[in-house]
């Protein structure tokens, strides 16, 4: 006797046209999550990686004033060097923001996504530092940003010195004040924020919109909502302290 006379002829047909349908539909669902959990746990690993390296950063910018006793200014071409308004006197920065002098300060240039850290420091619009000298263009006349801000940084520090920093949360709340320098990561939309500041939420338009307030906020990829930069700072309390022990300030 066959095996198949010996079952149901049900059970030797095979898979019919539906359930076939109905299989693949599953698959497809469970390879749909699988492929997403790992598309997450990337770029959590990605964030990760990127705290990190600007963890590493701000040791870096430290090590950077206790070596030189002075901020490094931002750098303003993409050289990677910083740039100051006149290389005899390397206190005065030609801008209060640009990118990540990395070169100075021994610590990579990009994030894990491959894209550039923006780097701020205090600017001379602060009263502890109304003797800093403005930016001066081509013609000589003083430079502003895209806020109408007047441009010209001062890198040194003496006791009497503060930032003019501030570090919101996504309420608007203060997390940190008079802030002497941040670092940011566009993250996975850097190119987005780099080309058009104004296309990106209003969270994420703070952290490029060149002004001194930034927001440091959690991962949010709610539409009008999205937030997905990576922040960090130089508080001015432990600048000072390190300072202090390193015997650079009295």
């Known amino acids: 006797m066959s095996l198949c006379k010996a079952v149901s002829s049900r059970s030797c047909q095979g898979f019919t046209l539906i359930e076939m349908s109905i299989v693949l539909i599953v698959i497809s669902l469970i390879l749909a999550g699988v492929l997403k959990t790992v598309g997450v746990q990337r770029q959590q690993l990605k964030r990760d990686e990127t705290r990190q390296q600007l963890e590493t950063i701000k040791e870096a910018i430290i090590g950077f004033v206790l070596t030189n006793g002075r901020l490094p200014c ?3 071409d993409t050289d990677g ?6 290389p005899a006197n390397q206190e005065d920065c030609d801008v209060n923001e640009g990118w990540l002098p990395h070169m100075d300060i ?3 240039n990009v994030d894990t996504w491959g894209s550039r850290f923006r780097y701020r420091i205090r600017g001379s619009g ?3 530092m109304a003797d800093a000298p403005p930016a001066l263009d081509g013609a000589g006349n003083i430079k502003t940003n895209a806020s109408g801000e007047q441009i010209g940084a001062i890198a040194s520090f003496d006791m009497t010195d503060d930032g003019n920093i501030t570090i919101d949360d996504e309420a608007g709340n ?3 004040s008079n802030v002497p320098a941040v670092v940011i990561s566009f993250a996975e939309n850097a190119r987005t924020t780099i080309a058009n500041c104004a296309g990106v939420s209003a969270r994420e338009q703070e952290n490029c919109n060149g002004d001194t307030t930034f927001i440091n906020s959690f991962y949010s990829d709610v539409t009008n909502q999205e937030f997905d930069d ?3 700072w130089v508080p001015l309390t432990v600048l000072k302290t390190r300072m202090i022990e390193a015997a650079r300030l009295p």
């Open 81 to 86: 060097v910083e740039d100051p308004q006149n």
């Open 126 to 128: 602060n009263l502890s």
């Open 174 to 176: 203060t997390i940190a």
């Open 230 to 232: 990576l922040v960090v």
């Open 106 to 108: 021994g610590a990579g």
């Open 74 to 76: 931002p750098d303003n």
